[in-house]
């Protein structure tokens, strides 16, 4: 995307300012936009930043333009113009894999066509809508103790609405995009679900909530919490 001017890496330049949806994080070393996993690691990061602001504090890093703020306001910033609460359309991948492995190069000098792949109706990503959906409820209870309530609410509104979308219309997301099912397959989205329910409690205190994160609960463990699994 659009770097700011008080961008902290002066060795990154703008990029992708094409995309459907300019902004978010690119994936490990390559340049492509996978749904999952970047909310997967915002989840994490609003988490460890609702949890331990102390930490952050203390070590100097909660301000300023390579403060944890700024850093994970980008993530956010990119999921709210990434979903459309009319439509309920929300873009699961910008580029293409295969494409992307075969340059190697700064993402400043992409020239491959970048394709746009959306969740929506007919198309469901459960897993997706429940992350994210999990990433702004945290997202609201980061920004209200920051103290930009406006901030947060309007994460607040769109987590209510994604989740809203996620349960009713239940599936796993490679069905939608096939291009991803290499890179970060998926063949469950009930621990998605159920994290989104309990950041939302958490975020309202709904009952309801809390009600729906106990129905999606599977016991059994994997063996790490990771992108794509919740179960530890």
């Known amino acids: 995307g659009k770097l700011p001017a008080d961008n902290p890496i002066p060795w990154r330049h703008d990029s992708a300012l094409s995309d459907c949806v300019p902004g978010g994080w690119y994936d490990a070393g390559d340049h492509v936009k996978f749904g999952l996993p970047f909310g997967a690691a915002t989840h994490v990061l609003l988490w460890s930043l609702h949890a331990f602001k102390d930490g952050y504090q203390k070590a100097n890093a909660l301000d300023g333009p390579a403060g944890a703020y700024a850093m994970i306001k980008w993530a956010t910033d990119y999921m709210l113009a990434a979903y459309n609460p009319g439509n309920h359309e929300l873009v699961a991948q910008i580029g293409d894999g295969d494409a992307d492995h075969a340059y190697w190069g700064p993402p400043s000098g992409m020239t491959m066509n970048r394709p746009c792949f959306k969740l929506g109706p007919g198309k469901p990503g459960a897993e997706l809508y429940g992350e994210w959906a999990a990433s702004l409820a945290a997202g609201y209870l ?57 950041w939302l409690y958490m975020a309202t205190g709904n009952q309801g909530y809390l009600n729906d994160a106990k129905s999606f609960y599977e016991s059994g463990g994997s063996w790490a919490f990771n992108w794509g699994t919740k179960k530890v």
């Open 142 to 198: 980061v920004f209200k103790d920051k103290g930009d309530t406006a901030y947060a609410n309007r994460m607040l509104d769109s987590a209510k609405s994604m989740y809203e979308f996620g349960k009713q219309n239940q599936g796993v997301y490679v069905h939608s995009v096939p291009n991803v099912d290499r890179f970060y397959g998926s063949d469950n989205f009930k621990d998605e679900l159920c994290l989104g329910g309990i």
